[in-house]
């Protein structure tokens, strides 16, 4: 072949090899792949599909996602400390995550430099935004004051039956291994025997009390469980407080097995059931830490004991309890006509027994609607919420601000841009402080109008009964 032909034959490959080429780079489309030379994988030319749209709304903040540097190198517990320890935020954010912040985001602008400011705005909630408002919003939504009102007779008869019946105390104390656990280095037990004993020593004489135990027998294994969750015994049997006799009943039996709490319902029931509601107040405390082990009905155990002739009605200390055994213990409660309470230590069990539900023939003048400590702790509770909800929003704000004058300052946007996007933080931060800020307004007012509410039928009740019972 003559070298002419050669060197036509090969002008026309080239040309058909630039054009195949020419086509294939107008027909790729904007955010198409290219292949890598090493791996022959697809390489996105772009992440910005890849980053969510930040929140706009209530409803989108609850799904936010913590941001990628924020969960990598932030602890959650630092990021939504409270306001009085606001210095361990302060000091991680300025000697170490700062430091972080600045190393890592150059990188996205170095390739994103045409970004909008709608853009940044979604990358900088994505890598410093708070993933924690879903965890203390809920909590807020959910919060309840806890007022209860007080149980009133409504009329002279009911009046006159109360102060003429005998009152009889059942005391269910939840033996199971879980109340060895300790509280500030004393064991649930000690702690729960000790507030008993002063409970029981300031009966009236009038009043009589049993001591049941549950649960106190074997070591808390499968083997033993049969002979744990049948152990429940009358150590004291129904009469007048004695002192030593209840002491060493009290001392006769140590944190062990299982939890047959339906079971020991059950037996308060059989045991009460030659004392009927017209000559006797018959109420049973249940002391407990945690739910039923033992495959019973609690439940259906304590709505029996209430629906029955004697009408007892089931009272809960939950000791320490976890939010499943609250939940069911609550449950419990409701179900056998009486109420729940949580402690989490000796003085609050203590106050618990003693002020809120002695059961003894209290004149009218003792009783009272809110106290004040009731209302301390609500405001406390509800405030701690708030508190924590709030520095969130704060916090997520400052970050990104921060981020904004950074990058301006390192010339990775222009100051137009930033101007923008420190807007959007503006009317965001905005946007959840408000709604913020009128969720705990609604929970103060709830809680204030159950307030007047208790208050005033109390005060009502006391002028009307005050005279009769005299």
């Avoid at 022959?40 to 706009?56: L, R, T, W």
């Avoid at 408002?133 to 409504?154: A, I, S």
């Avoid at 008993?196 to 499968?222: C, M, P, Q, R």
């Avoid at 002491?247 to 029931?269: C, Y």
Wanted: glycine share 6%; with cysteine.
């Amino acid at each position: 072949m003559s070298y002419k032909k050669i060197f036509f034959m090969w002008l026309i490959c080239s040309f058909l090899f630039v054009a195949a080429c020419s086509n294939q780079t107008g027909e790729k489309e904007e955010g198409s792949s290219t292949t890598s030379e090493e791996s022959g994988q697809p390489v996105k030319e772009s992440v910005k599909d890849e980053i969510p749209p930040a929140a706009q709304t209530i409803d989108d903040l609850m799904h936010q996602s913590a941001g990628t540097l924020v969960e990598e190198f932030m602890d959650p517990e630092v990021e939504a400390a409270r306001t009085v320890n606001f210095v361990a935020y302060l000091r991680f954010y300025e000697d170490t995550f700062k430091g972080v912040m600045e190393r890592e985001l150059p990188a996205y602008f170095e390739e994103h430099s045409q970004a909008n400011a709608e853009s940044i705005y979604d990358y900088l909630v994505y890598t410093l935004g708070s993933g924690q408002y879903k965890r203390y919003y809920d909590q807020l939504v959910d919060f309840d004051h806890g007022y209860v009102m007080p149980e009133l007779p409504t009329g002279e008869d009911e009046i006159e039956r109360v102060k003429s019946q005998k009152t009889n105390i059942v005391i269910l104390m939840d033996a199971s291994g879980s109340m060895k656990a300790e509280i500030a280095g004393e064991s649930r037990m000690n702690l729960a025997k000790e507030a008993i004993e002063n409970f029981t020593s300031e009966l009236d004489d009038s009043v009589n009390v049993a001591l049941f135990a549950y649960g106190h027998k074997g070591k808390g294994t499968e083997a033993d469980r049969k002979l744990s969750c049948s152990s429940i015994e009358t150590l004291y049997p129904l009469g007048a407080y004695e002192e030593p006799s209840f002491q060493e009943a009290m001392n006769s039996f140590e944190a062990s097995g299982w939890t047959p709490l339906a079971g020991a319902m059950e037996k308060a029931r059989t045991y009460l059931s030659t004392y009927d509601r017209e000559k006797f107040r018959n109420i049973v405390y249940v002391v407990s830490d945690g739910v039923e082990t033992c495959g019973g009905d609690p439940i259906a155990a304590a709505k029996q004991l209430n629906a029955s002739q004697i009408e007892a009605k089931v009272n809960i200390i939950g000791f320490d309890v976890d939010d499943e055994g609250q939940n069911q213990l609550k449950q419990v409660a409701e179900a056998g006509g009486g109420q729940y309470a949580t402690v989490r230590n000796q003085a609050e069990f203590e106050e618990v027994l003693i002020q809120k539900w002695k059961p003894s023939r209290m004149q009218v003048i003792t009783q009272q609607g809110v106290k004040l400590q009731d209302l301390v702790g609500q405001m406390e509770a509800l405030t701690l919420i708030y508190d924590r909800l709030t520095n969130l929003s704060t916090r997520e704000s400052q970050r990104i601000t921060d981020a904004v004058y950074f990058l301006k300052n390192e010339k990775y946007i222009s100051e137009e841009v930033a101007s923008e996007v420190l807007e959007m933080i503006k009317q965001q931060r905005e946007l959840r402080d408000t709604h913020f800020n009128e969720l705990k307004e609604q929970k103060s007012a709830e809680a204030d109008q159950a307030k007047d509410e208790i208050d005033a039928a109390v005060n009502k009740w006391k002028d009307e009964w005050s005279e009769v019972l005299e």
